[in-house]
């Protein structure tokens, strides 16, 4: 994974609530294994009519929007079905943050084995950097993981807690495979002694 340490970049504002990953990434999208190309299928039914015809009023098909690598939105976000689809493709759509009252267990977990940092602040506060959101480009949102901060336009800090050993695993850009190959030198050792201790066990 790409290491998440210091994120700079334009905010776009989603003020909905329950946000399931249908919405997300629709059931008819999830014929693939492949991670990538998903991004252009993101919220597919509220960016699209029918005919592919892109919906104007959908805030990432406006600009500065479509390159959105912030996403702020209300409770509940990623609720629904477990489809790990859903950060798929916000991570291949360009979001690597996303910043809610809450969000649900499963796309929650999914979202940091994946790259994306799911950050949770109070409502007021998704408020207020949806508003610093709808200033546009030139009022870029700051995301520190290192010092967990969240830093709006006119410099306020936020802080947010991140679980110690996520927070190592996105800094590091490190999935599940990642983490274990870290340890590579100790399970092989392990390795070596349970082939002492029982080699036909090894052929």
Request: charged share 25%; hydrophobic share 40%; proline share 6%.
């Amino acid at each position: 994974m790409t290491p998440f340490t210091t994120l700079t970049g334009i905010a776009a504002p989603l003020p909905m609530a329950n946000v399931d990953t249908d919405k997300i990434i629709p059931a008819r999208f999830l014929k693939t294994i492949e991670r990538k190309g998903l991004g252009r299928a993101a919220f597919a039914d509220m960016r699209f009519n029918d005919d592919g015809t892109e919906k104007p009023d959908f805030v990432l098909n406006q600009e500065p929007y479509r390159a959105a690598e912030i996403l702020v939105a209300h409770e509940n976000f990623g609720c629904g079905s477990s489809r790990e689809h859903a950060p798929w493709a916000l991570l291949d759509f360009g979001i690597r943050c996303v910043i809610a009252p809450d969000f649900a267990d499963i796309f929650f977990n999914n979202s940091f084995k994946n790259g994306i940092l799911p950050i949770r602040l109070p409502r007021e506060i998704c408020d207020a950097l949806m508003e610093d959101a709808r200033l546009g480009a030139n009022a870029r949102i700051t995301v520190d993981l290192a010092r967990q901060v969240v830093v709006r336009p006119n410099g306020e800090e936020i802080p947010f807690e991140v679980d110690a050993l996520r927070k190592h695993r996105l800094l590091n850009g490190l999935d599940d495979i990642g983490e274990t190959m870290q340890r590579a030198s100790v399970i092989e050792g392990f390795e070596q002694k349970q082939r002492a201790a029982q080699p036909w066990l090894y052929g």
